[in-house]
């Protein structure tokens, strides 16, 4: 089945600095949508990926899916104490949408 | 308009003793996945639902079955618990798929002990 490999599992940065997770698949993708997940909560939707080297910004947040369709990544400018959770990729693939294992964001003010 | 809702919230179970949760999808939409969530591996898909016919399936053990009714609502059955199916079970709906953006409910948290 389809995998989707995320980097790095946990991420701790300073208030203010950027913030960036990474999705890696052996296998080229249709789509990929992005998630987050505050602690304690459940996955919100932020946003899906279809065109190869696609680039979607909202606001301090920028999406790019890879040319070859393998890889996406999120970039958080500025990171704020708003920005803590797990953020994960998901792809669709085999009929059904596999997550990847998600990067938890931790903020340290 | 309303967002997915699932009940219960929470829920305390023995081993060997049988669940059944359900979900209500955000009107309009046809399509209710559920999710099983844990530390170690992360969101696992179970089952997708489209308009009461069972599109999908995960890997996981006929002991989880779901179903869906006339109006969209859904919910999964878990037979014979067993202490490793302590999770979150998250149901996601959407219009019509996995390719849509899915709209995750609270959750139910379930505690086999």
């Known amino acids: 089945g389809q995998q989707v490999m995320q980097i790095p599992q946990y991420q701790h940065v300073q208030e203010g600095e950027d913030f960036t997770t990474y999705c890696n698949s052996s296998?080229?993708?249709?789509?990929i949508q992005w998630y987050k997940q505050r602690p304690g909560g459940h996955p919100v939707f932020l946003i899906q990926?279809?065109?190869?080297?696609e680039v979607k910004k909202q606001k301090r947040l920028t999406f790019q899916f890879g040319e070859a369709k393998k890889n996406s990544s999120l970039h958080i400018t500025a990171t704020q104490t708003t920005d803590v959770g797990t953020y994960f990729c998901?792809?669709?693939?085999?009929?059904?949408?596999?997550f990847g294992t998600g990067t938890r964001l931790t903020i340290i003010p | 308009k309303a967002g997915v809702t699932q009940t219960p919230r929470y829920l305390i179970k023995t081993r060997g003793q049988q669940v059944t949760l359900s979900c209500s999808p955000i009107?309009?939409?046809?399509?209710v996945s559920w999710y099983q969530q844990t530390p170690g591996q992360g969101l696992q898909f179970l089952f997708e639902?489209?308009?009461?016919?069972?599109?999908n399936k995960g890997n996981f053990p006929g002991r989880f079955s779901g179903r869906q009714f006339s109006n969209s609502r859904s919910e999964m059955n878990v037979s014979t618990l067993e202490l490793g199916d302590s999770a979150l079970y998250l149901c996601?709906?959407?219009?019509?798929?996995?390719?849509?953006?899915?709209?995750f409910g609270p959750g139910t948290r379930l505690t086999v002990t």
């Open positions: 996601a709906s959407s219009l019509d798929g996995p390719t849509y953006e899915q709209y």
């Open positions: 296998t080229t993708l249709s789509n």
């Open positions: 990926l279809v065109k190869s080297g």
């Open positions: 998901a792809s669709f693939g085999n009929e059904k949408l596999t």
């Open positions: 009107s309009g939409h046809r399509s």
């Open positions: 639902y489209f308009s009461e016919t069972q599109r």
